[in-house]
């Protein structure tokens, strides 16, 4: 669903502390492809991580679900896993 999605930058305090883990996210694009609501479903166990996975679809372009040939809303999923290289 996402036309165009950019990984969250990885949180410098995170770095530091050897932070990892996955962060899954559940939220509605409206029939615009505006995300108007959003949650974590699953955390990392960091909230340096779950924040920055959260504030991270704000980088992301979304085409709306469609319905009939019209934009709707609808409920998604995303993970963003959170790596130390």
């Known amino acids: ?5 950019d990984k969250p930058q990885y949180p410098e305090l995170s770095r530091r502390r050897n932070e990892t883990g996955k962060v899954a996210l ?12 959003r ?17 991270g679809l704000s980088l992301c372009k979304f085409r709306p679900a469609t ?4 934009p709707t ?3 998604t999923r995303m993970e963003y896993v959170f ?3």
């Open 26 to 37: 559940r939220f509605f694009i409206d029939e615009t492809g505006m995300v108007v609501m």
């Open 73 to 75: 809303g609808a409920w």
């Open 1 to 5: 669903m996402p036309d165009s999605c």
């Open 39 to 55: 949650q974590v479903e699953r955390s990392s166990g960091y909230q340096l991580l779950d924040n920055a996975a959260a504030a």
């Open 83 to 85: 790596r130390l290289e």
């Open 67 to 70: 319905f009939d040939g019209k």
